[in-house]
């Protein structure tokens, strides 16, 4: 964590802490926050793996008026006690998104509330909007941690269009950044991107390429397969191609290799929390790759009963994290009928990644159900065929006994 402590502090102002990225929306913030609230204003960025700024945002948080700036690097707390846990429970909002943003703000938030706890400040403000599903996130994440925090979201307050942000930064000589305007909105870390706004809104329209930021496009990618081993130890990965790895490097190497081959492009049309259909576009590279690679050991290692089970503990699951409820007692719960089930998910898998595609093609495991012996067709075959004459007669025993009463 870096922290400094540059600014000049007014005894008489409470604190507020903002969340900082050094972009547009809360450099003004800052300024905006102490004019309309007169509030000192602590900001605090979270570096969960996005791509670094080109100057040093926390001396321009200061610069800015801010009292003390913070930059903590989460990356390492991000994979393991959030990226980890959503793995396990193979979460996808929708069977579709890997929930790269939304398993991000449950650590932000965290990391918000120490700060302000530590701070004696009493407000905690974020860059949310009105109409996504981020203002919940974090609202709820913050109250459920201390609830007697108070929140202020300025971008729900002041509603200014992005040129009459630039105008006021300047009239207030506020220090911004400004580059070439982008036509969508874009939220990377280390699990993922999504992009969303422009041409994307219209739901007909074929993404175009620059939307994808990330990932190559599939028909550009190598024309040879490449084949990666993934190892996991009770659920979570261990290892890439026998190379043992922590967490964050297991992700960066993944999503490289991904990216290369094309892998990780969803374009979906989803439920937001708020009561919208938004059409967004999501890359998220090593998380389709790993979570491919985790259902493949689970359909190994797991009983037909828990696996169906968990099947719907995963939606519902999902669905928890999606609305912002991941500090609440039902997602604890359902975490920890999540870890029991990774007791035995250990093991190695083997994926073929080609132009856009992932393919699991091999996977062992010391505590592999697969019985060869009773699988075979070939010589070897230990399965007891003369069971099978009996256990179909008690299988279809209540149709046929239903059969018979209806035709009375």
């Given at each position: 964590m870096v922290a400094c402590n540059c600014g000049t502090a007014d005894n008489k102002r409470e604190k507020i802490v903002l969340a900082y990225s050094g972009g547009l929306d809360t450099s003004v913030a800052i300024r905006w926050l102490q004019?309309?609230?007169?509030?000192?204003v602590i900001a605090v960025a979270i570096n969960v793996g996005?791509?670094?700024?080109?100057?040093?945002?926390?001396?321009?948080a200061l610069r800015n008026g801010a009292i003390k700036?913070?930059?903590?690097?989460?990356?390492?707390?991000?994979?393991?006690?959030?990226?980890?846990?959503?793995?396990?429970?193979?979460?996808?909002?929708?069977?579709?998104?890997?929930?790269?943003?939304?398993?991000?703000?449950?650590?932000?938030v965290k990391k918000l509330v120490e700060v302000a706890q530590k701070e004696g400040a009493k407000y905690i403000a974020h860059g949310c909007t009105a109409k996504g599903n981020d203002q919940v996130r974090f609202d709820v994440g913050i109250v459920s941690l201390d609830p007697d925090?108070?929140?202020?979201g300025p971008m729900r307050e002041w509603v200014m269009t992005r040129?009459?942000?630039?105008?006021?930064?300047?009239?207030?000589g506020v220090e911004i950044i400004v580059k070439k305007e982008n036509p969508f909105s874009v939220d990377e870390n280390l699990w993922g991107r999504s992009c969303e706004c422009g041409i994307i809104e219209d739901a007909w329209a074929e993404p175009p390429e620059e939307a994808w930021g990330w990932t190559t496009n599939p028909k550009n990618a190598p024309d040879e397969a490449e084949y990666v081993e993934i190892e996991f130890e009770k659920g979570v990965p261990v290892a890439?191609?026998?190379?043992?790895?922590?967490?964050?490097?297991?992700?960066?190497?993944?999503n490289a290799i991904a990216c290369k081959n094309g892998v990780g492009r969803i374009d979906h049309v989803e439920d937001r929390l708020v009561g919208i259909k938004s059409r967004e576009t999501y890359e998220c590279p090593a998380a389709t790759v790993l979570i491919k690679a985790h259902r493949g050991l689970e359909f190994l290692t797991l009983q037909k009963d828990v696996l169906e089970y968990k099947r719907g503990v995963e939606q519902r699951y999902s669905e928890i994290i999606y609305n912002g409820l991941w500090y609440g007692v039902l997602r604890e719960s359902l975490q920890a009928f999540i870890e029991k089930t990774q007791e035995f998910v250990t093991g190695v898998v083997r994926l073929k990644l080609y132009k856009g595609s992932v393919m699991v093609v091999g996977r062992k495991s010391e505590y592999s159900l697969y019985d060869?012996?009773?699988?075979?067709?070939?010589?070897?075959?230990?399965?007891?065929?003369e069971s099978a004459l009996g256990f179909i007669y008690c299988w279809g025993l209540p149709n046929k006994t239903t059969s018979r009463a209806h035709k009375k």
């Open positions: 004019d309309k609230y007169n509030l000192d996005q791509p670094p700024s080109s100057d040093d945002i926390v001396a321009r700036a913070e930059f903590i690097d989460a990356k390492k707390e991000f994979v393991e006690d959030y990226i980890w846990p959503t793995l396990k429970g193979n979460a996808m909002y929708q069977d579709v998104y890997p929930l790269s943003t939304a398993t991000a703000r449950p650590l932000i925090m108070k929140i202020i040129e009459e942000e630039i105008d006021y930064a300047k009239e207030n890439v191609n026998g190379k043992k790895m922590e967490g964050v490097k297991i992700i960066e190497e993944l060869e012996g009773l699988a075979t067709y070939a010589k070897g075959d230990e399965f007891n065929h």
